[in-house]
T-cell receptor
């Protein structure tokens, strides 16, 4: 069964410090992994995705994520956090298994990131 | 144009009302989605349209009725809703549904309150 785990409900970090938001996944086929960010009362904004190739993926607003197949993880990172990065972050996965779940996007429960000045 | 638009932004309705939510995209995407999202929770898939045909209905109650008039438009018709249906309703689109590597683009949502 396909699933995504975001083990932390809340991550707090000081402005200027590096941040990491964790994500692990489980799929039956090859994973396609996504990170989305949601600001209050807004829709989800796409940040980045891993499809294949280089394990380090760079995305919008200075975010990057590292795909680790052996640990089935796709952690979101940023070298220097900004107060404006404070938002709700969702990891999501789809797989290429041509079964009934093909194409469905499975979301983690979300991690609230707070960057304090 | 890389935007998904949704109207209205906010909607308050009584349990006997009939209303509709609208979604539009002009990115040439052939898959469109409706999601329901409760506060601080991940979106829950409701419906998927692929090439204007309903592909997935996640056992959504019949008081929600989707419609895809053309490849750019998606509607969600609401009738006899319950207070527990109050939520943020998100529309999304992607190039196709089957291609798993396509990201979904989300609209800003409609905040629905059922009294």
């Amino acid at each position: 069964a396909q699933s995504v785990a975001q083990p932390e409900d809340q991550v707090n970090v000081a402005e200027g410090n590096p941040l990491t938001v964790k994500c692990t996944y489980s799929v039956s086929g090859n994973p396609y992994l996504f990170w989305y960010v949601q600001y209050p009362n807004r829709g989800l904004q796409f940040l980045l995705k891993y499809i294949t190739g280089d394990n380090l993926v760079k995305g919008s607003y200075g975010f990057e994520a590292e795909f680790n197949k052996s640990q089935t993880s796709f952690h979101l990172k940023k070298p220097s956090a900004l107060v404006s990065d404070s938002a709700l972050y969702f990891c999501a996965v789809r797989d290429d298994d041509r079964g009934s779940t093909l194409g469905r996007l499975y979301f983690g429960r979300g991690t609230q990131l707070t960057v304090w000045p | 144009d890389t935007e998904v638009t949704q109207t209205p932004k906010h909607l308050v309705m009584g349990m006997t009302n009939k209303k509709s939510l609208k979604c539009e995209q002009h990115m040439g995407h052939r898959a469109m989605y409706w999601y329901k999202q409760k506060a601080k929770k991940p979106p829950e898939l409701m419906f998927v349209y692929s090439y204007e045909k309903l592909s997935i209905n996640e056992s959504v109650p019949s008081r929600f009725s989707p419609e895809c008039p053309n490849s750019s438009l998606l509607n969600l018709h609401l009738h006899a809703l319950q207070p527990e249906d109050s939520a943020l309703y998100l529309c999304a689109s992607s190039q196709t549904y089957i291609s798993s590597y396509n990201e979904q683009f989300f609209g800003p949502g409609t905040r629905l309150t059922v009294l």
